[in-house]
């Protein structure tokens, strides 16, 4: 396990980091905002923990926590901004937002490099502390989609004016999602400079958003366990696919396209889909080896297995009753008195 660590550390690496760049998408997606603000986050925590390690001589994790209080404070800040906004105009906003940290980063001089970026960040981090701070931002995630919360997300990504009637601030949610956007994204882009010591206008950008929607539409978009899946299909698929050299790209396209075509939930949908058939088998099972009698999804009624409810031509037998309550009045009537 060592060697296989050590021989793809890049990769497994820049899987933790691709993972939270996902999620920053994915996490306003699920709650019904077209928001790619998570790529220019990831840009401004690169390069803030970068400056911060390299001209301030910050210790790695305070400059990742500096780094990720600052885009989270400019999530909020943005999605104050631009929260009135929807659709189609949202998504066009941030992804101005990104490419304005992109030129930002090319014209800041000597404090983020020009265009040749940072080199030279060496800090004390290391990988393990990067896998223990991925788990940690996962676990919230995962939270946020369990229970209450979770419910209270999903009224207001599908239904917006019922979760306001039902008392739900949905503005407080959607500024939510921009400040988890940015903190996600920043604690990306932190980890990921510190690890791999450089960062350069060419790390940061549409690119990013690029990859991270198709990391979210393969492996879904509905769950913190598609972001995973897509993190890890296209951060060891390219090193997988070297072999085929200029055709990675096709290959790309293809597997994308795929996936929006016959996969519109993701591979996280059709496994999830795949787990509730078995569930259901399972239950039907053990409801036929009881004898019971369940409804099925229609409303009707489920037989015990090996038993039939239906007569000739498929017409539904009549239902077993049990007896008349007034029949057996008649009869307790009739019966002779005790000393008569």
């Known amino acids: 396990m060592s060697g296989f660590l ?5 990769l ?8 939270l760049l996902a999620l920053s998408i994915q996490v306003p997606l699920r709650m019904g905002v077209f928001s790619f603000a998570g790529a220019g986050s990831y840009g401004i925590g690169a390069y803030g923990a970068g400056i911060l390690v390299l001209r301030y001589e910050y210790g790695a994790l305070p400059a990742i926590a500096l780094t990720v209080v600052a885009t989270a404070v ?3 800040l943005l999605g104050l901004l631009i929260n009135r906004l929807a659709g189609l105009y949202l998504a066009m906003a941030t992804v101005a937002f990104d490419l304005i940290i992109s030129v930002v980063a090319i014209n800041g001089g000597e404090l983020t490099g020009a265009s040749t970026g940072l080199y030279g960040i060496i800090a004390d981090f290391t990988t393990a502390q990067m896998v223990v701070l991925t788990l940690v931002a996962l676990a919230l995630v995962a939270l946020s ?4 919360l979770g419910r209270r997300v999903e009224t207001v990504r599908e239904d917006p004016e019922l979760a306001a009637s039902m008392g739900i601030s949905v503005r407080r949610y959607r500024l939510a999602a921009f400040v988890a956007s940015g903190a996600l994204g920043g604690l990306a882009g932190a980890m990921n400079v510190l690890v791999r010591s450089t960062v350069g206008p060419l790390d940061i950008g549409f690119g ?9 539409v393969v492996g879904g978009s509905r769950s913190w366990v598609g972001a995973v899946i897509g993190a890890v299909i296209f951060t060891w698929l390219p090193d997988l696919l070297a072999v085929i050299g200029e055709w ?5 396209g293809v597997i994308v396209a795929v996936a929006a075509i016959y996969l519109p939930r993701g591979i996280h949908g059709v496994l999830a889909d795949g787990v509730r058939w078995v569930q259901r088998k399972r239950r039907d099972r053990r ?4 004898g019971v009698v369940e409804e099925d999804e229609d409303g009707g009624v489920r037989p015990p297995e090996g038993e039939d409810l239906t007569g000739e031509g498929g017409v539904p037998l009549p239902a077993r009753a049990g007896p008349d309550p007034a029949h057996a009045l008649d009869q307790l009537a009739a019966r002779p008195q005790a000393g008569s």
């Open 145 to 148: 989609e369990r229970g209450r």
């Open 6 to 10: 050590s021989t793809n550390l890049v």
């Open 248 to 252: 990675q790209e096709l290959v790309y």
């Open 12 to 19: 497994v690496q820049s899987t933790l980091s691709g993972l």
């Open 208 to 216: 990013l958003i690029v990859l991270a929607l198709t990391m979210i």
């Open 287 to 290: 409801a036929a080896a009881a």
């Open 74 to 76: 400019v999530g909020l």
